[in-house]
């Protein structure tokens, strides 16, 4: 069906923002959680985490992993494109490192060969700077493809079992940075940008190619004041995200906040649905 077609879609749900990994790796994912964060209360394989989405009622969502070092893209980004093909709902996302070999060839095959619909990419697994010259190719990549990259370069939530502290690799004056060198590059901040929530509305107002999405700032887990205004305002660049399965509480409470938050159903449908067929030209 063709992204256009989507749009008609009144009750589509796209969730914007979960993540796939291997078996292994989600389990060593979910072990530094249970030391560094929180017990994970969805410990599934990736295919039980495809099918809770499905009985949840979400019509389409994206696959999402990251490289926490050099190495892992190539073979990450092989197994997501190997599941995708068994989820025709899924909407698949490379992962990429800039220390990777052969990183042009890399994103060539992301794009070109796997159709990925773009890039995950973590400042504080990695320990990387967004505005970091490294990052550089990959941006320009990404641009000569008309590809997204979901960047959590926000501070939060800030976890002590990161190489770095996340003030020192994230935060809105480096993505300030990034916007002012690449304005043509479209970049997802997960979490609304927390713990600059505030800051990140404030540069989406200066960057139109900046959006960010839900992931666990609508929970009630953190305690952040829900900006429902500032959701209503940039309506048109915000995308329903859950996190899921990585997540402590309930699988359903982002939206069952969205729901209950008073924004008007046209508002709702962009978040859950039309925001992220248009940036992401779904088909």
Not at 96 to 116: Q, S, T, W
Not at 254 to 266: D, T
Request: one cysteine or more; hydrophobic letters at 40%.
């Amino acid at each position: 069906m063709a992204y256009r077609s989507l749009l008609a879609n009144k009750k589509m749900i796209i969730d914007s923002h979960v993540h796939f990994f291997p078996d292994r790796l989600f389990r060593a994912i979910w072990d530094w959680f249970e030391h560094h964060g929180w017990s994970v209360r969805y410990q599934m394989d990736a295919d039980d985490v495809a099918l809770a989405l499905k009985k949840q009622g979400i019509d389409r969502y994206v696959v999402l992993n990251y490289s926490h070092k050099s190495g892992m893209s190539e073979p990450l980004n092989a197994w997501t494109y190997e599941f995708c093909k068994n989820h025709p709902e899924a909407i698949p996302f490379g992962a990429i490192h800039p220390e990777d070999e052969n990183l042009e060839k890399l994103l060539d095959r992301c794009f070109a060969e796997y159709g990925f619909y773009g890039l995950k990419f973590h400042t504080h697994v990695a320990a990387i700077r967004p505005d970091d010259e490294r990052l550089f190719p990959i941006y320009e990549k990404l641009i000569e493809y008309d590809k997204v990259i979901t960047l959590h370069a926000g501070n939060g939530p800030s976890l002590k079992g990161y190489k770095e502290k996340t003030k020192e690799v994230s935060g809105v004056r480096f993505v300030r940075n990034l916007l002012k060198k690449f304005p043509k590059l479209k970049v997802i901040i997960p979490h609304l940008g927390a713990d600059e929530i505030d800051a990140f509305f404030d540069l989406m107002a200066e960057f139109p190619n900046l959006w960010m999405d839900t992931t666990m700032a609508l929970s009630g887990y953190f305690p952040l004041k829900i900006p429902w205004e500032k959701i209503k305002q940039f309506s048109d660049r915000i995308l329903y995200g859950s996190d899921f399965p990585n997540v402590p509480y309930e699988m359903m409470t982002e939206i069952e906040a969205i729901r209950s938050s008073g924004l008007s159903v046209e508002i709702q449908k962009k978040i859950f649905s039309d925001n992220a067929v248009r940036l992401l030209k779904i088909r």
